[in-house]
């Protein structure tokens, strides 16, 4: 599952605007988003990872995607970085 993956990850952003901001700089290799999010803060990661061409996943949790996160609140987006 994803949680695995970001918890392996070397670099990792969170966050809607890190997250955003790793993809208009090339520098994301993988996004991966929470469907519990809002959905017009998770449409932005989306509509610019489509952009980037770079790979969505979805998860069901932000909590457990922070967790993964190895932080103590919710996270909407994580970009693994290349």
Do not use: F, H
Not at 64 to 82: D, F, P
């Amino acid at each position: 599952m994803s949680y695995e993956k970001v918890l392996q990850a070397g670099k990792i952003v969170i966050g809607t605007k890190q997250t955003i901001r790793a993809l208009k700089e090339g520098k994301a290799a993988e996004v991966i988003v929470a469907e519990d999010a809002d959905l017009p803060i998770i449409e932005k990661v989306m509509a610019a990872a489509n952009e980037a061409n770079v790979p969505i996943t979805k998860v069901d949790s932000m909590k457990k995607l922070g967790k993964a996160c190895k932080i103590q609140v919710g996270a909407a987006a994580v970009a693994i970085l290349r």
